[in-house]
């Protein structure tokens, strides 16, 4: 889901996206450093997955802390029609 211009280790959160074309809804996470980062993973259009959650991770006092925003899809929890996937 493309490469990252930057250091991991400079991350402040992470999208997750979960795959609708695979049974299991197996999920892909992609971390950012930046809004801007945030903004363009979120916008690029990418085949087969949707977003699930944003995770905002900071330090506040020391301490870790994270917030976590959560999306809705209404393709999650679907059980995908036995032509779609011949496994079943």
Not at 44 to 54: A, S
Request: charged share 20%.
């Amino acid at each position: 889901m493309g490469d990252l211009p930057y250091d991991l280790s400079y991350a402040v959160g992470q999208a997750v996206f979960v795959r609708t074309d695979t049974p299991d809804f197996e999920e892909k996470s992609i971390p950012f450093a930046s809004l801007e980062d945030l903004v363009r993973i979120c916008t690029e259009p990418k085949p087969n997955v949707q977003l699930e959650k944003i995770i905002v991770h900071c330090v506040a006092g020391n301490e870790p802390a994270a917030v976590t925003l959560g999306f809705v899809s209404a393709t999650k929890g679907s059980k995908p029609s036995a032509s779609q996937y011949s496994s079943y």
